[in-house]
C-alpha cells in the first residue's frame, strides 16, 4: 500500500492544509492527513459493506446547534426566497437555514434529534441532502419538508403520510437508527451484519449481489436505502450512472465525506504513541522495527483500512517507497490502547525517513511529523577467505572451483537474499557460480562460505568476484579476480605398442601401433591422428601416408589405442615413418622421425620351372601352352599388383603368355603361398623368343628366377 | 499688505474621509465574519472537520437532481394515507403485486437467520416462511414492520435443529389485505 499525497483540489482543502501544516510547526508529534481528489469523479473508497463507522455515526456531539447553523448558512448564502412559482408552490419559499416548526430551527431540530437518539447529527444534515436535497436547495418546496428525510417513502409508492413533517421525518430516522445501533429486539432490520443480498436498484431485473455488512451504522443505512450504487454510479461520481444507478447511499458516503471529514474526526480521536523507533544508524540488511500503539478514545470501535508505517527513501515526499508494511483492515477497540510493531530490512544505503499513518477512507492520517530520519551504511563484512580460484591458472575447457568465506562484522544480523561469485567472460557473458538461491541472515560475528565450480570453456578473460544481493541490489564484498584463460595446446604421450618390420621385404605390409594418451586435464578435440610414411627422405621423400583419423576427441587425461594404420612397402628405398596429430592445421610429430626401413626385395622362387608346351616340340604358327609355379619365401604376405610371363620376340615383340591381376602371397608355409600361372602363346614366326616370370608390385616390375630363351 | 492665502480643502476632507473609510472597512469585517458565521475565508476556527465552503457545484446539481425525482414521484403518486378501504388494488379486484427479497439466509450458531425485505412500506398483513426438504415442510409467520421506505418481516430466526441436512427450498411470501409477494431461494442446511 503507497502513501497519497496529492494537491487539495478545493479551496476548503487549501485551507485545511494550511491549517494542518501550521499545527506541524507548532506542535511536532502531530500528525496530518493526506488526502485523495474531490469526487468529480470517480466515488473513491467506498466500502459498500461499511459505509461508515459506527463511531463516526454515533458521534452525537460532533456539532452543537449554532456550528449546525452555521453550515446550513454556508451551503445556502443566499436564499431564493421569492422564486417563481414552482410545482404547484407559490413564493415565499424557506431554506432549511431559516426553516422553523413549533417554534424551533431546523437546526435546532437536527441537533435534538442527535442528542435524543445519540446519532451524530451530521448523518441527519446528510439525510436531509441525499433524500431531498434540502441543504443545498435554495427554494426548496413544502412537500421537500414533509417528507425531508424520506421516512415512509418507498421507492415504489406514495409515501405515508403518518411519517411528514421535518421533525416527524428526523425524529422516526432516529428512532430507526437507535434501534439499529442498539440492536434491538424490537426492530427487525431485512439486514444482517455478515452477507446480505442488496439490490443495485429498485428495478428487480438489474439484479444485485452479496455484500458483507460489516457494522450496525452499515446496516442502519441500508435499512433506509435498500440498494447499493453499482459501478457506473460510482464511477459518475456525483453524477448519473446507468439505468440500474440507484444514488441513495453513494450519495450519503459523497457529501458525508466533502462536509465533514470523517477522516478528521478519526484523527482527532486516534492518540498514537511511538513504544520503540528503529536504530538510526541501521546497516544496510539489518532488520529494523518500528513499535507504535493506538488508542481509540470514540466511544464506539472504528475500523481503520490500515495501520501501518510508511517508508520514504531520501525525501519524505518524494521519495522511493520503503514502507515497513501494512496491517488491515484493522479495527481499534473504542477506549482500548492496541499495540503493532512493524519490521523492514534496510535495503538502501541513505536516508530513510518512516513514520506511523493510518489509512482510512482512501485517505492518509500521518504522525510523527515526518517520522524518524535513519542514515544507513553500507555493513561491515570482511573476508576471511579470500576469493580464490583452483586450478590458479585455468586453461579453457577445465573445470574451476572458486571459493571464498565472508564475516558479519556487524553487531546485528544481516539480511541475505543471495551470496555468490558473479563470473564475467569479456565482462558481460555469465559465468556465475555459488549463487544461494534462498534467503537468510547472516549473525553477527558468523561466517559464511561461498564457493563453486564451472568450466572456463573458452579462452579469454574473466573476471570473478563475491556478491550480496539484498533487495535485488548487489553489493561487492571482494576485489575482482581476473585471469586471461588460455586456449590448451595438444600434449600427447606417444607410446609404441609394435615396431615396425625395419627391413620388410617389397609387397609386404608394415604396421605401426601405438598409444596416445592426453596429458591435459582439459579435454582436447585434435583435427586427425595418423602415421606419416616418405620414401628416401623424411622432408621431401614420395608420400606414403599409413593413413589418417579424425577428428579425435581425448577426455582430460585420457589415452588411445591405435593399430590399424599399415602400408604396403612398394620402393626399393628407405621407408621412414612416424606417428603425427593435426592440430588446427599445424602437425605435430612424434618419435624424431620415427623409424627408418629398408626394404628389400621379396624372396620369391621359381617353385615349378617355366613348361612351353609341356615340354613336347611344337611347330611355327602352333599354340602352345606356357607355365610356371612362384613360391613365396617370406614369413609374411606379399602383395602384388600384377604377376605374369612376358614373352618378346626378338627382344621387343609382346607375346606375353600370361598376367593375373592383383593379388596375395600367402606368407611361407601357409596354404596359397605358391601361385601358378598358366598361359599360351601362338609362336607364329621364326626367330628368338624371350620368356620369364615377371611381378609388378606398385608399378615396379620385378623378375623373378631366371629368363628362357628359344629359337625357332 | 498681507495677503492671505487661502487653505487647501483636502487637508479638510482627509479627516472626515478617512475614518469613514477605516470604519467601513471594520464593518465590512465583521459583515464578512457574521455571514460566514464565525468563519473567516471559509475556514472554521471551531472545528476543521466542517467544511463551512459554499456547496461545489457538483453537490448543487446533485441535490436539484435528488429534489426533481423526489417531486416528481410525489407528482406520480397521489398522497398515500393509512387508511386500508382506499388502498391500491390490483386489475379485476385481484391483490396489487409486491415485490420482496430475501436478502439473507446464513447459518451462525446454530441459527438459521432469515431475513425478507417488502419492496413497500406496510404495517399490517403476514410474512409466511416455509422450508420445505424431502417430506419435511416447516413453517414459520411473523408480521411486517415498516422501515424508511421498505419494511421487514419481524423474523426469522430458526434452530437449526428443528431442520434436518441438506437442500432446502425456502419460500417467503407476504399478503395483506391489498397486496401480495413471493419469493424462493434454496440453501443448503449443514
Given at each position: 500500500m503507497k502513501a497519497v499525497f496529492t494537491k487539495k483540489s478545493s479551496i476548503w482543502k487549501y485551507k485545511l492544509s494550511l491549517s494542518l501544516l501550521a499545527i506541524f510547526v507548532a506542535f511536532s508529534g502531530s500528525s496530518t492527513i493526506t488526502t485523495i481528489p474531490?469526487?468529480?469523479?470517480?466515488?473513491?473508497?467506498?466500502n459498500p459493506g461499511r459505509i461508515i463507522d459506527d463511531a463516526v455515526f454515533t458521534?452525537?456531539?460532533?456539532?452543537n446547534a449554532s456550528q449546525i447553523q452555521a453550515f446550513l448558512n454556508s451551503k445556502v448564502p443566499?436564499?431564493?426566497?421569492?422564486?417563481?412559482?414552482?410545482y404547484g408552490q407559490n413564493p415565499p419559499f424557506i431554506c432549511l437555514k431559516d426553516y422553523t416548526e413549533n417554534g424551533r430551527s431546523a437546526a435546532q431540530i437536527i441537533f435534538d434529534t442527535a442528542q435524543q437518539y445519540q446519532i451524530n447529527p451530521q448523518v441527519f444534515i446528510v439525510l436531509l441532502q441525499k433524500e431531498?436535497?434540502?441543504?443545498?436547495?435554495t427554494w426548496p418546496l413544502n412537500s421537500q419538508y414533509r417528507t425531508a428525510t424520506g421516512y415512509g417513502c418507498p421507492d415504489t409508492a406514495p409515501c405515508d403520510s403518518?411519517?411528514?413533517g421535518l421533525t416527524n421525518q428526523l425524529n422516526w430516522s432516529g428512532k430507526m437508527f437507535r434501534a439499529i445501533m442498539n440492536n434491538s429486539p424490537n426492530w427487525y432490520t431485512p439486514?444482517?451484519?455478515?452477507n446480505n443480498y442488496i439490490r443495485w436498484?429498485?428495478?428487480?431485473?438489474?439484479g444485485g449481489s452479496n455484500v458483507y455488512i460489516e457494522n450496525r451504522s452499515t446496516q442502519a443505512l441500508y435499512n433506509y436505502t435498500p440498494y447499493q450504487p453499482n459501478q457506473a454510479a460510482l464511477s459518475a461520481g456525483y453524477g448519473t450512472g446507468d439505468s440500474c444507478s440507484a444514488y441513495g447511499n453513494r450519495n450519503f458516503y459523497l457529501y458525508f465525506t466533502d462536509w465533514f471529514n470523517p477522516v478528521m474526526t478519526l484523527r482527532n480521536n486516534l492518540t498514537m504513541s511511538i513504544i520503540s523507533q528503529p536504530?538510526?544508524?541501521?546497516?544496510?540488511?539489518q532488520t529494523i522495527s518500528y513499535k507504535v500503539s493506538f488508542r481509540n478514545n470514540l466511544s464506539s470501535d472504528v475500523t481503520v483500512d490500515a495501520i501501518g508505517i510508511v517508508g520514504r527513501l531520501?525525501?519524505?515526499?518524494?521519495?522511493?517507497n520503503r514502507d515497513f508494511g501494512w496491517q488491515g483492515p484493522v479495527t481499534l477497540r473504542s477506549g482500548v490502547t492496541q499495540e503493532y510493531t512493524f519490521t523492514t530490512v534496510v535495503s538502501d544505503i541513505g536516508t530513510i525517513y518512516a513514520w506511523p499513518a493510518v489509512n482510512y477512507q482512501g485517505k492518509y492520517i500521518q504522525y510523527n511529523n515526518w517520522g524518524t530520519a535513519m542514515n544507513s551504511h553500507q555493513p561491515s563484512i570482511s573476508l576471511?577467505?579470500?576469493?580464490?580460484?583452483?586450478?590458479?591458472s585455468p586453461l579453457a575447457g577445465q573445470s574451476v572451483t572458486l571459493s571464498a568465506s565472508i564475516k558479519n562484522n556487524e553487531d546485528q544480523p544481516i539480511q541475505i537474499d543471495a551470496l555468490g561469485i558473479p563470473i564475467r567472460y569479456y565482462g558481460k557473458y555469465n559465468y556465475d557460480v555459488?549463487?544461494?538461491s534462498a534467503s537468510g541472515t547472516l549473525a553477527p560475528g558468523a561466517t559464511q562460505t561461498v564457493s563453486g565450480t564451472t568450466i572456463f570453456d573458452k579462452p579469454g578473460p574473466y573476471d570473478a568476484w563475491v556478491s550480496w544481493n539484498l533487495g535485488g541490489q548487489y553489493t561487492t564484498l571482494s576485489p575482482v579476480l581476473s585471469r586471461n584463460v588460455v586456449a590448451p595446446s595438444p600434449n600427447f604421450t606417444l607410446t609404441y605398442l609394435e615396431a615396425p618390420?625395419?627391413?620388410?621385404?617389397?609387397?609386404e605390409d608394415v604396421a605401426v601401433k601405438f598409444k596416445l594418451k592426453n596429458n591435459l586435464s582439459v579435454p582436447m578435440t585434435i583435427d586427425a591422428v595418423g602415421v606419416v610414411g616418405r620414401y628416401?627422405?623424411?622432408?621431401?621423400?614420395?608420400n606414403r601416408d599409413f593413413g589418417w583419423v579424425g577428428p579425435e576427441t581425448f577426455a582430460a587425461n585420457e589415452e588411445k589405442t591405435y593399430t590399424s594404420f599399415t602400408s604396403t612397402v612398394s620402393r626399393l628405398d628407405k621407408f621412414y615413418s612416424w606417428v603425427a596429430i593435426n592440430y588446427k592445421g599445424a602437425y605435430t610429430h612424434y618419435n624424431n622421425w620415427g623409424f627408418m626401413m629398408t626394404p628389400r626385395t621379396?624372396?620369391?622362387?621359381?617353385?615349378s620351372p617355366m613348361t612351353i608346351n609341356s615340354g613336347n616340340p611344337f611347330q611355327i604358327g602352333q599354340t602352345v601352352p606356357v607355365t610356371v609355379s612362384i613360391k613365396n619365401n617370406e614369413n609374411r604376405p606379399i602383395r602384388f599388383d600384377a604377376l605374369g610371363i612376358p614373352v618378346r620376340y626378338y627382344g621387343r615383340y609382346n607375346y606375353d603368355a600370361a598376367w593375373i591381376n592383383a593379388g596375395t602371397f600367402a606368407a611361407?608355409?601357409?596354404?596359397?603361398?605358391t601361385i601358378s600361372l598358366s598361359g599360351s602363346v601362338?609362336?607364329?614366326?621364326?626367330g628368338p623368343y624371350t620368356l620369364w616370370t615377371s611381378i609388378n608390385i606398385n608399378g615396379n616390375y620385378y623378375t623373378i628366377g631366371s629368363q628362357k630363351t628359344i629359337d625357332l | 499688505m498681507k495677503i492671505q492665502t487661502p487653505k487647501k480643502p483636502w487637508k479638510k476632507r482627509i479627516f472626515i474621509v478617512l475614518p469613514l473609510l477605516l470604519t467601513t472597512l471594520i464593518a465590512a469585517v465583521f459583515a464578512y465574519v457574521y455571514i460566514f458565521n464565525g468563519s473567516i475565508l471559509g475556514w472554521s476556527?471551531?472545528?476543521?472537520?466542517?467544511n463551512l465552503d459554499k456547496p461545489t457545484d457538483d453537490q448543487i446539481k446533485s441535490g436539484v437532481k435528488i429534489k426533481n425525482e423526489s417531486l416528481k414521484k410525489d407528482k406520480d403518486s397521489s398522497t398515500r394515507t393509512?387508511?386500508?378501504?382506499?388502498a391500491p388494488q390490483g386489475t379485476n379486484g385481484s391483490k396489487k403485486a409486491v415485490d420482496i427479497v430475501i436478502t439473507a439466509a446464513n447459518q451462525n450458531d446454530g441459527v438459521l437467520q432469515v431475513r425478507g425485505l417488502i419492496y413497500d412500506v406496510v404495517g399490517d398483513g403476514l410474512c409466511t416462511l416455509t422450508l420445505s426438504h424431502d417430506e419435511q415442510l416447516v413453517t414459520k409467520t411473523a408480521e411486517p414492520q415498516a422501515q424508511a421506505s421498505v419494511s421487514s418481516c419481524k423474523g426469522f430466526d430458526i434452530p437449526v435443529s428443528e431442520l434436518t441436512s441438506g437442500t432446502w427450498q425456502l419460500t417467503l411470501v407476504y399478503e395483506n389485505e391489498t397486496m401480495k409477494g413471493s419469493v424462493s431461494k434454496t440453501i443448503t442446511i449443514q
Open positions: 474531490a469526487h468529480a469523479s470517480p466515488v473513491v473508497g467506498f458521534d452525537a456531539n460532533s456539532m443566499t436564499c431564493d426566497t421569492w422564486h417563481a412559482p414552482g431531498q436535497g434540502l441543504v443545498t436547495d403518518q411519517y411528514y439486514y444482517v451484519l455478515g436498484s429498485p428495478n428487480s431485473s438489474c536504530d538510526t544508524t541501521p546497516a544496510r540488511g531520501g525525501n519524505v515526499t518524494s521519495g522511493a576471511t577467505s579470500p576469493l580464490s580460484m583452483t586450478p590458479s555459488g549463487w544461494t618390420n625395419l627391413n620388410p621385404a617389397v609387397g628416401g627422405d623424411p622432408y621431401n621423400g614420395a621379396a624372396n620369391l622362387s621359381i617353385s611361407s608355409g601357409q596354404s596359397g603361398d601362338n609362336f607364329n614366326k621364326s | 476556527s471551531t472545528d476543521p472537520s466542517i393509512t387508511d386500508k378501504t382506499v
